[in-house]
């Protein structure tokens, strides 16, 4: 006698699963400690447990690293394979974000010498009086 899987169950994959076969984290148990966490959303919907089920088409938004991720499932993978597979899992639609610039006056040097410091003390005074 043989049993046929679940529909359903064919057609869902756990969420820390999911972001581990992606390779978006390097070990499940931290995929799941950012789900536990509360810091993942499907489809707009926060997300607590780790045995959720998502499925091609939804849309996560989760943090890695120190940027704030959003892609888009297209496949449920059966492995974590090498990375060029793993790309092929997910369509990455997370925003492009503009580069900070720098602070004015810095340009990598570190801290202001005395002699820095007086130049800048001379043009506020400069400024005060004009």
Same mark, same amino acid.
């Given at each position: 006698?043989?049993?046929?899987? +679940?529909?359903?169950?064919?057609?869902?994959? %756990?969420?820390? /699963?999911?972001?581990?076969?992606? %390779?978006?984290?390097?070990?499940? !148990?931290? !995929?799941?400690? *950012?789900?536990?966490?509360? +810091?993942?959303? #499907?489809?707009? !919907?926060? #997300?607590?447990?780790?045995?959720?089920? *998502?499925?091609?088409?939804? @849309?996560?938004?989760?943090?890695? &690293?120190?940027?704030?991720? #959003? @892609?888009? @499932?297209? &496949?449920?993978?059966?492995?974590?394979?090498?990375? !060029?597979?793993?790309?092929?899992?997910?369509?990455?639609?997370?925003?492009?974000?503009?580069? *900070?610039? /720098?602070?004015?006056? &810095?340009?990598?040097?570190?801290?202001?010498?005395?002699?820095?410091?007086?130049?800048?003390?001379?043009?506020?005074?400069?400024? *005060?009086?004009?």
């Amino acid at each position: 006698m043989t049993t046929q899987p +679940h529909q359903a169950s064919a057609l869902k994959l %756990r969420a820390d /699963k999911w972001l581990w076969q992606a %390779r978006f984290f390097k070990t499940r !148990s931290l !995929s799941a400690k *950012v789900i536990t966490g509360g +810091h993942l959303r #499907v489809n707009g !919907s926060k #997300v607590a447990k780790a045995s959720y089920g *998502v499925t091609a088409g939804d @849309v996560l938004t989760f943090p890695q &690293a120190k940027k704030i991720r #959003v @892609v888009k @499932v297209l &496949a449920l993978g059966e492995r974590r394979g090498p990375a !060029s597979e793993a790309q092929k899992l997910y369509e990455d639609l997370t925003p492009e974000e503009k580069p *900070v610039p /720098k602070a004015p006056g &810095a340009d990598g040097k570190g801290r202001p010498t005395k002699r820095d410091r007086r130049n800048l003390d001379l043009m506020k005074a400069s400024r *005060v009086e004009d």
